[in-house]
């Protein structure tokens, strides 16, 4: 019933930027919590930033001082900017969203090279 279409991903050398979008759309009937993840090759999910109805952020403490959720609620959306980028970060991060239960995006490929 929801769709979570995801863009920004790409290469950028270490110290670079990237912007991620993350847009909700389908049977979305409520303002909800949002969020990210990351999953680097031959390694488990990890939770990067959330941000909750309100806009109340958390973030893992790998990427605090670096990296910015924010949401458009008008537009079912929630970015990360991801700023002083290290090859630690690469993965392939996927948008979280909340409604009942949990769905996911397709997910977007982050490369950070030395």
């Known amino acids: 019933q929801v769709q979570l279409v995801e863009s920004g991903g790409g290469v950028v050398q270490a110290g670079g930027s990237l912007r991620l979008s993350c847009a909700a759309s389908g049977n979305v009937f409520s303002i909800n919590p949002m969020g990210w993840y990351r999953q680097a090759p031959g390694e488990q999910r990890e939770l990067v930033a959330t941000?909750?109805?309100?806009?109340?952020?958390t973030y893992t403490n790998s990427v605090k001082g670096r990296f910015t959720i924010s949401r458009e609620n008008g537009k079912n959306t929630v970015y990360l900017q991801m700023n002083s980028l290290k090859p630690e970060d690469t993965g392939v991060y996927y948008c979280?969203?909340?409604?009942?239960?949990?769905?996911w995006g397709q997910g977007t490929q982050v490369t950070v090279s030395s």
């Open positions: 941000i909750t109805s309100s806009g109340s952020p």
């Open positions: 979280w969203f909340r409604q009942n239960y949990d769905y």
